[in-house]
């Protein structure tokens, strides 16, 4: 009953920068927390960020200090602002959502993932 979009991905050169951006929308569903996930060709996908709706954020040690994450005030949007970028950034980025859904429980929503790409 939840959607997630996810938009902002790109072909970008070593060291150049983007922001990416995921919207949650539906109904029935708390969310509790929003994130990233990341998954390169023919690889694992792995922890990228979260931020929970009480602040308190989490990076990945590959990211800490190129990337920060943030959301809006209704906290229905998480962004990904990437800077520094490096070739081993090359992946999809997927949006994750946790939270509380209705007549359930405990649940996770992902979005269909955008491209990022950072080649010279």
């Known amino acids: 009953q939840v959607q997630l979009v996810e938009s902002g991905g790109g072909l970008v050169r070593p060291g150049g920068s983007l922001r990416l951006s995921c919207s949650a929308s539906?109904?029935?569903?708390?969310?509790?927390?929003m994130g990233w996930y990341r998954q390169a060709p023919g690889k694992q996908r792995e922890f990228v960020a979260q931020?929970?709706?009480?602040?308190?954020?989490t990076y990945a040690d590959s990211v800490k200090g190129r990337f920060t994450i943030s959301r809006d005030n209704a906290k229905t949007t998480v962004y990904l602002q990437m800077n520094s970028l490096k070739p081993e950034d090359t992946a999809v980025y997927y949006c994750?959502?946790?939270?509380?859904?209705?007549?359930?429980?405990?649940?996770?929503?992902w979005g269909q993932g955008t491209q990022v790409t950072v080649s010279s």
């Open positions: 931020k929970t709706n009480g602040g308190t954020t």
């Open positions: 539906g109904r029935g569903f708390r969310i509790d927390a």
């Open positions: 994750n959502a946790v939270g509380f859904q209705t007549d359930y429980g405990p649940k996770g929503y």
